[in-house]
């Protein structure tokens, strides 16, 4: 008889404001898929100095120590005060020959972040197409420096992932140097449809938590915006990942579930977020059921 897995939820504003802030990762050692190393990586990106924006690199080595990477390359924006700015990590395993670039996601604490998520108008990008941008220019500010730092062709396995504002930066560097596989998680429209056309042979692997309003942002349409193609990995309200496209009409019944949940059980609750759209778009929200489903 099989015993079903409960999976948790947080709707804590602390999992949310500050995905670092108590997260243990990695609780049961190095996940057997890419899917569950990649949403690992992206919230360990969000790791940083208590008295600055900058990566706690320590701590970031510690962790990944455990997980059998020999090396860490660490990017970030260097003309920021207080070590705002973009940010992003390559986690190197040289023993597999495998490399993670993971990219920072939004702090709603350093207005250089919120800037790039709010300057939305579209403007012509280098790979082609047309691209949201702020993103750009988060990516741009530490591009070279992670295109540098990037293994020779065939050298290693190389994966793309990030969260939020990350997610998209890895969804523009996909269109610079296309990697093995893309895994995005809570990621927003990041361009029109020349440029997402770009990226239709890439490996991709789209995750959206149940409500994430970020995954919704821009508007579609709105712009020209679009997500890139590929399979969208759906997480349900009973925090199952469902690995097909579900149809809208499968969606929406399922988020309005959620939504009247939400409501009762954490809306009004003392260090809650106030809405399951926003509570939804919390790293630790991902990680446990892409973990769960990728033993």
């Known amino acids: 008889m099989e015993v079903a897995i409960t999976i948790p939820y947080s709707a804590e504003k602390d999992d949310l404001y500050c995905p670092a802030?108590?997260?243990?990762?990695?609780?049961?050692?190095?996940?057997?898929?890419?899917?569950?190393?990649?949403?690992?990586?992206?919230?360990?990106?969000?790791?940083?100095?208590?008295?600055?924006?900058?990566f706690d690199q320590d701590r970031i080595r510690k962790i990944l120590a455990r997980i059998q990477?020999?090396?860490?390359?660490?990017?970030?924006?260097?003309?920021q005060p207080n070590g705002g700015g973009s940010h992003a990590l390559l986690a190197l395993d040289e023993k597999n020959k495998l490399s993670v670039l993971a990219f920072r996601g939004t702090d709603r604490d350093d207005p250089t972040d919120l800037m790039d998520d709010l300057s939305a108008y579209p403007q012509s990008w280098q790979a082609?197409?047309?691209?949201?941008?702020?993103?750009?220019?988060?990516?741009?500010?530490?591009?070279?420096?992670v295109n540098a730092a990037l293994p020779p062709v065939g050298e290693y396995l190389l994966l793309f992932t990030g969260h939020s504002l990350g997610a998209a930066m890895a969804t523009l560097a996909s269109s610079l140097r296309t990697p093995k596989a893309l895994y995005t998680f809570g990621s927003p429209r990041v361009?029109?449809?020349?440029?997402v056309s770009l990226l239709k042979s890439l490996d991709n692997f789209r995750y959206v938590d149940c409500c994430d309003l970020v995954a919704r942002v821009p508007p579609e349409?709105?712009?020209?915006?679009?997500?890139?193609?590929?399979?969208l990995y759906y997480i349900?309200?009973?925090?199952?990942?469902?690995?097909?496209?579900?149809?809208d009409t499968y969606i929406a019944?399922?988020?309005e579930k959620a939504e009247e949940d939400y409501l009762k059980n954490y809306a009004w609750?003392?260090?809650?977020?106030a809405l399951r759209a926003l509570a939804d778009h919390a790293p630790v929200n991902y990680v446990w059921p892409v973990t769960a489903a990728t033993p």
């Open 221 to 231: 349409g709105i712009l020209g915006y679009a997500h890139i193609p590929g399979n």
């Open 128 to 145: 082609g197409g047309k691209a949201h941008s702020g993103f750009a220019k988060a990516l741009l500010d530490v591009w070279l420096q």
């Open 191 to 195: 361009g029109d449809q020349a440029f």
């Open 69 to 79: 990477f020999t090396d860490c390359k660490f990017f970030e924006t260097a003309t």
């Open 21 to 54: 802030k108590r997260a243990v990762f990695f609780p049961n050692g190095r996940p057997h898929s890419d899917a569950a190393l990649c949403v690992e990586l992206a919230r360990v990106a969000y790791c940083q100095l208590e008295t600055s924006f900058a």
């Open 253 to 255: 019944l399922d988020q």
């Open 236 to 247: 349900d309200f009973e925090r199952a990942v469902k690995s097909r496209d579900p149809d």
């Open 269 to 273: 609750r003392i260090g809650d977020v």
